[in-house]
């Protein structure tokens, strides 16, 4: 009786220890605010943010709606992180394009833009998530937050199809496959969700390799 009860005690966040190793759906745990995202992002794409409540979130993660507050004053706030989370996919492959030589090679750029369709196809949910939620998600688009980092975003972007070391071919092509992989799993809604995630990457990178063609020459 005594490891039950010890197996069920709350911690000092509020959540039960005894699922201390295991986030919903048996996902590993990481930081408590992380966590938080984690199961929102879960709901808010079932339920949708309408209709799910700060308690509901607080209840699927075994916390006390007070420790919820800890790490989040309002509802809004989450959203707007998990907002943000959808422009930090990535940067690092963005960068790395901006960045590449004069002597880079198409494999070179095939191979970046296929670690930026791996970091964006390991987080489809993000996709969902917005494609369900727009209304919401308008509301943010005048706070000074969110204008800051779509502005980054933008100059990521402006810096990869501005690069002089890249021709113009090469530039339109990247536009073109960047814009298929956004495509595929923002710009055309849930038209694919019921496509497994693996199929639909395999699909997604056949269409990216079709723009940026190696030559055998």
Same mark, same amino acid.
């Given at each position: /009786?005594?490891?039950?009860?010890?197996?069920?005690?709350?911690?000092?966040?509020?959540?039960?220890?005894?699922?201390?190793?295991?986030?919903?759906?048996?996902?590993?745990?990481?930081?408590?605010?992380?966590?938080?995202?984690?199961?929102?992002?879960?709901?808010?794409?079932?339920?949708?943010?309408?209709?799910?409540?700060?308690?509901?979130?607080?209840?699927?993660?075994?916390?006390?709606?007070?420790?919820?507050?800890?790490?989040?004053?309002?509802?809004?706030?989450?959203?707007?992180?998990?907002?943000?989370?959808?422009?930090?996919?990535?940067?690092?492959?963005?960068?790395?394009?901006?960045?590449?030589?004069?002597?880079?090679? =198409?494999?070179?750029?095939?191979?970046?833009?296929?670690?930026?369709?791996?970091? =964006?196809?390991?987080?489809?949910?993000?996709?969902?998530?917005?494609?369900?939620?727009?209304?919401?998600?308008?509301?943010?688009?005048?706070?000074?937050?969110?204008?800051?980092?779509?502005?980054?975003?933008?100059?990521?972007?402006?810096?990869?199809?501005?690069?002089?070391?890249?021709?113009?071919?090469?530039?339109?092509?990247?536009?073109?496959?960047?814009?298929?992989? /956004?495509?595929?799993? /923002?710009?055309?809604?849930?038209?694919?969700?019921?496509?497994?995630?693996?199929?639909?990457?395999? /699909?997604?990178?056949?269409?990216?390799?079709?723009?940026?063609?190696?030559?055998?020459?």
């Amino acid at each position: /009786m005594a490891n039950v009860q010890a197996s069920t005690a709350s911690s000092p966040g509020g959540a039960r220890e005894g699922d201390a190793g295991r986030n919903r759906g048996g996902r590993p745990r990481g930081s408590t605010r992380e966590r938080i995202l984690d199961v929102a992002l879960d709901l808010f794409t079932e339920r949708g943010y309408g209709d799910t409540s700060l308690r509901e979130v607080a209840d699927e993660l075994g916390f006390t709606k007070a420790a919820l507050y800890y790490h989040f004053e309002k509802k809004e706030d989450i959203l707007l992180a998990l907002h943000l989370r959808l422009h930090a996919l990535g940067e690092s492959a963005l960068g790395q394009l901006a960045d590449m030589s004069e002597d880079a090679t =198409v494999e070179d750029w095939r191979a970046v833009l296929d670690e930026f369709l791996d970091q =964006v196809i390991q987080n489809r949910k993000l996709f969902l998530f917005h494609v369900r939620n727009e209304n919401a998600l308008e509301a943010l688009q005048h706070t000074e937050h969110n204008q800051t980092d779509h502005a980054d975003f933008q100059e990521q972007l402006r810096k990869v199809f501005t690069a002089p070391a890249l021709p113009i071919e090469l530039r339109v092509r990247l536009a073109c496959a960047i814009g298929a992989v /956004m495509g595929a799993l /923002m710009g055309a809604g849930d038209a694919f969700s019921e496509v497994p995630t693996e199929a639909l990457a395999g /699909m997604v990178r056949e269409a990216v390799h079709d723009l940026l063609p190696i030559s055998t020459a």
